[in-house]
Structure formats: structure tokens, C-alpha cells
């Protein structure tokens, strides 16, 4: 085996030890399904709908306690003087720990909840606690997802991921935030449950610290902690997957009205499944991360980053082992404008650099992301038309002393390049088309069409966890990777309950069919019920 090639396996290994947390698995991994596992699946497929009636009557009957408890709770304003109109509650967020519910020190100006009692509980003048949670089931179907038209593939699961969470505060000045996570799946037949299940454990825990004074704009984060930056497509949560990323380490944050900067030096966490999720002690992330605030309906971000493995744990061009060093830069831009009278444009870019060492080759790769679109807020629906073009380098040469396939970092690609996540931000070149609507104000409604190609046709297909999937070595497949179609349909109840239902289709394209046999299409329908409180 050539020294290029062994590099090539060895960056994929540790690009799999990267993105970990991915709910899809290359296709590398699927066999043969017999007659049994179909029947198997179809029962499967009839469990998941009932239970996810069953949930949405369970959930439905809890928001006509809340509406009922909000009927009874809230008093008819007298008519000397008519009451102000209360101001609805904050919406949840993905990040649970930046919800914040001081505003109910004054109940009276926002509309009352059925959660309100275990929001900003009150312990003497100094201390206030919250607690919350979220409970989401999802039912998913997958077909063909080994694009080999000679081979039965298709699976059927559902997954359940729970998070409850505790954040206490004392004044300004401390704050100690507890959240626990159990994702489980059942059912399935060709996922492996180590990318799906992580039960029973601790996603954050973290104590802040102002130790300057509640005045001043410096908090301390140490302990256990989810990170999110700008768009997710470099740090994040992971957030659509079963399972949910997170670090443990350290962050200080510097807060003003105009300007936020992040300093943070963390382990990422590996996923244990059943034990208890430990830190990679042989690799480090650590950066720098500011926004600026200033323009109005804009931001700007700009950050610097660097990924490193202590160990000698990768081979360089010449076969030698030795550790690595990924230093990022980049910056990032979005806004929205309002245009023409009748709507309103919405933009973005990104840009990403990076440098560093592999073994004793150099890292010279980039990645970039553009779109923009318009909505048309004055017409029925709302709809919006929107573009998309997503760049990322890949290797042309293995052996050439130079590493030029883009390490995506910790990225939550799966709203971003296809809803199958079939594609990471590793070696693309994708132009993604969409339109959206909004029938009702709970009703979104979305349809988009994206176009793939390879960047290098001799480095790999790399899946949204940034595993090589397919690889072409002498490039004589092409960089034709396929076309996907999404549509999707999401009905928010309310701030606590929300429904999603999907459908996407993956047409192959010559490479696929080059490097896999006799091509086919994949298929993907899922359905999904959340409840936040």
C-alpha cells in the first residue's frame, strides 16, 4: 500500500474521532436486509406512527391544561383602566443555558405559562433557580442508503432523546448550571447504536464566576459545556443528531453592548454510550471568537482556532508518524435589509483558512459559504426564494507534502448540505436553491434542491461526521456526486410544542455509480414531536 494511500485511511479514521456525534453512517456499512427484516420494518414503521399519535394526544392534552391554567390565572382588566398587553415569554433555546427568566421578577407584564412555578424560583433576595427540559421522539425511514440497486437496504428506527436541566444562580455573581441528556434508539437494523444512543449522562455541567463584580462584563465559565458559534458550521452542539456534542474545559467571557469575545481552551468529549462520557485527553481545541453588535440587523464575527493532537498518531507524506496542528481563521457576515417596499433581504459569507501541520506534511486548505435571498413579507404566505453556494477543499495529490482537504472542526452540517446528511464541508462544491412559505403563522413550509461535486476527484466523498464514504484514487470516476430534493413541514402548537414531517430524495451521480457497482437513489421520511418547557 503507497504511503499517500495509508495517510488517506489514517485522516479518515481521525476525521470519524473528530465529528463524532453524527446520526448517519457511511455506506460501507450496510448489508443485506432479508424478507424477515422488511417485515420487521413495516411493524416497526406502524409502531412509530402510533406512538407518535400517542404523543401528540399526550402533549395536545398538556397545552389545554396550560391554556385552561392561563384562563383561570389571568385576571379581566378593569374597565377604569384597560391592562397592558403582557409580552410573550422567551423562546427556547438550543442552547439551554443562554435562556434567561429574570423578566418574571415582574409576572405581571408577560403572559402567564404553565411553566412559570419552576422558572426563576425565588430563595430569600439572592437566589434563583430554573428548571426545564425537553422530551423529542422521532421516527425515521431510510431506503438505499448504500446506493446498490442489487442489494435490499433499508432500515427503520425511532429515536428518543430526553434533557432535563437545573440552573441556580446567586445575584449576578455565580451560577452553577446542571443538564443531563438520555438518547435511546430502537428498532434499527443497520445503524450502529454507538452513533445513536448515549444514555443516562451528564451533557453540562459549569459553574460561572464574575469574578470582577456583577458590574463588570467578564463571566468565568469552568466545568462541562456545549459550544456554539456564528452558523454551526465549524462548533456546535450538533443539535439534530440523537446524541449531542459537548467539552469540558474552560471559557472567559467578555460581554459588552457593542462587542462579545469568547476565549475558550476545552477536551472534546467522547461518547460512551452506556459509561460515563470522558474527555479525550489527547486532543485540545482551544480559540478565540468575537462578534461585533454595532450594525444594526448585521454581524460580524471573526475567529481564530486551533484543533491538536498530542500523540503521534497520523503518518505523513514520507510514512512517518507524527501528531498534528489544524489552525483555523475566518470570519463571518450575515444581515438582513428591508428592499423594494413589500420585503426584505437576508445575506451572509463566510470564509475559513487553514494552516498547520500533518505528521510532516503541511496543511494548506479553505473553505467558503455564500447566500442570500429575499422574502416577501407583504404577500400571502410570506414566501421567501433563496441561493446558496458552499465551497470546501479536498487533496489532489496524496503524496505531494501538503494536506488540502478541509477539516471541518465540530460542525452541525445537518440544515446546511441536505437533510439526508450524506455531505460534509470536506472536499464539495454545492449550490442549494430553496423557497419557503408560511401559510399560517404556526405553519413553515420549505422546498430545496441542492447540487453536489466532488472539489478533487481523487480525495474521498465525506459524510456530514466528515468520514470518507467513497473514494475515487486516480480521480477516473469524476467529481459528479448527485442532486438531493427536501421537503419539509414544521407546525409550532405553541413555545412548547412543535411537529415536524420530511421527506428527501437523493438522485446518484456518476461517481457513485463508478465507485459503487450499479447506482441507485436513496429515500428519506421521518417524523419528529418536541416538547420544551
Known sequence: MSVGVTRQREMVSLEARTCSGGDLLGPQQVGDSSGKRHSRGRKRMQIGRELLMVGAV?????????????????????????????????KYLNLRFDEDYSYLDEPEKAEKDLFDPIKNIRFGKDWRLSLGGEVRYRFEDRHDFDFNRKRVDHDSFDLVRTRLHADLKFQKLARLYV???????????????????????????????????????LTLRLGRQELGYGDARLISASAWGNQRRTFDG????????????????????????????????????EGVYATLKTIPNHTLDGYALLLREDDSTVTGGDGRLGHYR????????????????????????????????????????????????????????????????????????????????????????????????????????????????????????????????????????????????????????????????????????????????????????????????????????????????
Open 58 to 90: 399526550v402533549l395536545w392534552a398538556s397545552w389545554g391544561a396550560s391554556v385552561a391554567q392561563q384562563a383561570v390565572s389571568t385576571p379581566a382588566p378593569t374597565a377604569e383602566k384597560p391592562a397592558e398587553k403582557p409580552k410573550p415569554g422567551p
Open 326 to 533: 489544524v489552525y483555523t481563521y475566518g470570519s463571518r457576515f450575515v444581515g438582513r435589509t428591508k428592499a423594494f417596499g413589500f420585503g426584505a433581504f437576508d445575506y451572509g459569507a463566510e470564509a475559513a483558512l487553514q494552516r498547520g501541520d500533518w505528521a510532516n506534511d503541511d496543511i494548506s486548505a479553505w473553505a467558503t459559504h455564500t447566500r442570500a435571498g429575499y422574502t416577501f413579507e407583504k404577500l400571502p404566505w410570506k414566501p421567501r426564494l433563496g441561493a446558496e453556494y458552499n465551497h470546501a477543499s479536498g487533496d489532489h495529490n496524496p503524496r505531494d507534502g501538503k494536506t488540502e482537504t478541509f477539516n471541518q472542526l465540530f460542525p452541525s452540517n445537518h440544515d446546511k448540505y441536505g437533510l439526508m446528511d450524506l455531505v460534509g464541508w470536506r472536499n464539495m462544491d454545492n449550490w442549494r436553491f430553496g423557497v419557503s412559505a408560511q401559510p399560517t403563522p404556526k405553519l413553515a413550509l420549505m422546498f430545496d434542491y441542492h447540487i453536489f461535486h466532488l472539489d478533487q476527484e481523487r480525495d474521498a466523498w465525506y459524510h456530514d461526521n466528515g468520514t470518507a464514504i467513497r473514494r475515487s484514487r486516480t480521480g477516473v470516476a469524476g467529481d459528479d456526486l448527485g442532486r438531493e430534493i427536501d421537503l419539509t413541514a414544521q407546525y409550532d402548537l405553541n413555545r412548547h410544542l412543535s411537529f415536524l414531517l420530511g421527506y428527501s430524495h437523493f438522485f446518484h451521480g456518476s461517481f457513485i455509480t463508478r465507485t459503487g457497482g450499479i447506482g441507485d437513489d436513496a429515500d428519506y421520511l421521518y417524523a419528529q414531536v418536541a416538547y420544551k418547557f
Open 179 to 217: 443538564e443531563g441528556l438520555d438518547a435511546r434508539v430502537s428498532g434499527e437494523e443497520r445503524q450502529r447504536k454507538a452513533a445513536l444512543e448515549d444514555e443516562l449522562n451528564l451533557q453540562n455541567l459549569f459553574l460561572d464566576l464574575k469574578a470582577l463584580g456583577e458590574s463588570a462584563p
Open 250 to 285: 474552560a471559557k472567559a467571557i467578555y460581554d459588552t453592548t457593542p462587542v462579545r469575545v469568547d476565549v475558550f481552551w476545552v477536551k472534546p468529549v467522547n461518547i460512551a454510550r452506556r459509561g460515563f462520557d470522558e474527555p479525550d485527553d489527547s486532543r485540545t481545541f
